[in-house]
């Protein structure tokens, strides 16, 4: 059982997919075929409902082109030490002026 939080999560993420349909023009019967799902699982996934497969979520992240929204859910987080370091790394060393 999901709580409030999660149900509000979902059902923003179905009205995103909803939008993000309408906005290329694609019926829902025209969109459930290009994810391979019926109709009424799209009509799920649009209501924010929790049973549909996070297969189908990713085909239709694909199909929208948004497949690399997905990566940055638990992208790898880099310290600031981190960065110090690799700044330095490819500073490098630089070369003295010549002498005249």
Do not use: C, Y
Request: proline share 3%; aromatic share 4%.
């Amino acid at each position: 059982m999901i709580d409030d939080m999660e149900k509000t999560a979902l059902e923003n993420l179905g009205r995103r997919l909803k939008a993000a349909r309408l906005e290329r023009n694609d019926s829902q019967k025209e969109f459930a075929w290009r994810i391979g799902v019926s109709i009424p699982t799209l009509q799920n996934m649009e209501q924010g409902r929790p049973t549909v497969a996070i297969g189908t979520w990713v085909k239709a992240l694909a199909i929208l082109d948004k497949l690399n929204d997905l990566d940055h859910l638990f992208a790898p987080r880099d310290s600031l030490f981190a960065q110090h370091e690799m700044i330095k790394k490819t500073k490098g060393r630089q070369r003295a002026g010549r002498k005249k």
